[in-house]
């Protein structure tokens, strides 16, 4: 399989540059069930979600939090670095990307534009590793010193409003680099109405890494190597899952870093039987057609990027000619793309409603 069987042409006019003034209010495309490569799609708004699902669902959503992870320096030798932090290590240690003119070598420092200096200890393949002098918790520093990351198609810095919008509204647990998109379109009314509708909610934490930024290098797909993420999958979500399908309910992901963390906790159990256990730890699954995945029932996702990690994993999902018959759908009916833009209710390729 190829990268460039994952390839398809989006007017650049339909990268969405900001969000919506109200998170609902973006369009969904309800993509239903089964077997056909031209599936009856359906234009929705978002804010419709609670029709589309039934009493006893479970909408299983990742509580990650944005830190603001990019951060400006000069070398000793006065070159500008461009920091962006993948990962915090504890204490006063971060795993990052340099953007430099020449890579520098174990022991530099780099002066912060916000005030005090980072050593770099050494390389963690494509990363570095840094030491940071800050006057405080390098978390709580990052709070005020850093820059939120907003991803390389959004042509614009960061403004105010993307301190909250580029944030979900269940976020709790510090450490993505990049928000889980999907849940971006969830406000408060509308969960309040899901709940209403009686439609469940559980929670994982998957800390979305600067690698999700990152192009397959390789057109070869068995050749590539997948970013490492760390992710949780408590024993309370685990029973939630467990009592839903023994009442009939279905599992639906919020998102791909949802389904990620879903199927790296599932392990064989006695019997032989793959099923989800309580997981904490890294992942660097690679999820691509011929893969089959078996903790949700149904997912809630944005629109990816030509050529991306993240369009393998719902065509494997949903269907390769299913999945691409709906992006076309979308490109000719003038959908928002990528992280600010609109949203799917992807099911699978055979049946799951």
Do not use: C
């Not at 570095?128 to 918790?137: A, H, I, K």
């Amino acid at each position: 399989m190829k990268k460039s069987d994952f390839h398809y042409e989006l007017p650049p006019e339909l990268i969405a540059q900001a969000p919506l003034a109200e998170r609902s209010a973006s369009r969904l495309l309800l993509v239903p069930p089964g077997s056909s490569a031209q599936p009856a799609l359906q234009d929705h708004q978002f804010r419709e979600l609670p029709q589309l699902l039934q009493p006893g669902d479970l909408l299983v959503f990742n509580d990650t939090r944005v830190i603001p992870a990019r951060l400006f320096g000069s070398k000793a030798t006065g070159g500008r670095v461009e920091i962006l932090i993948e990962r915090l290590l504890g204490g006063d240690q971060a795993r990052a990307q340099l953007g430099v003119s020449k890579s520098p070598k174990p022991g530099a420092m780099i002066a912060l534009d916000a005030g005090g200096q980072a050593e770099v200890l050494g390389r963690d393949g494509e990363f570095y590793v840094l030491r940071f002098e800050v006057p405080e918790s390098l978390e709580s520093w990052l709070l005020h010193a850093g820059r939120l990351p907003l991803p390389p198609y959004i042509q614009r810095e960061p403004g105010r409003d993307d301190t909250e919008r580029y944030q979900t509204v269940f976020a709790r647990e510090s450490g993505a680099v990049a928000a889980p998109t999907a849940g971006l379109h969830f406000d408060d009314a509308l969960l309040a109405t899901l709940s209403e509708r009686g439609v469940q909610f559980g929670h994982v934490t998957l800390h979305v890494g600067a690698g999700t930024f990152q192009p397959v290098r390789v057109d070869d797909l068995g050749q590539h190597v997948m970013h490492s993420e760390w992710l949780n999958v408590g024993a309370e979500l685990v029973d939630k899952v467990r009592r839903t399908r023994e009442a009939g309910g279905r599992v639906i992901a919020v998102g791909t870093t949802v389904v990620r963390a879903l199927e790296s906790a599932m392990r064989t159990d006695d019997s032989g039987e793959r099923v989800l256990q309580p997981y904490a730890g890294e992942t660097r699954l690679f999820i691509l057609p011929g893969y089959r995945i078996r903790s949700v029932d149904a997912m809630v996702t944005n629109f990816h990027l030509p050529e991306s990690t993240l369009l393998m994993m719902i065509s494997a999902f949903a269907g390769k000619d299913r999945v691409f018959a709906a992006y076309r759908h979308a490109i000719a009916e003038r959908y928002r793309f990528f992280s600010y833009g609109d949203a799917m209710l992807l099911w699978p390729a055979e049946s799951g409603a």
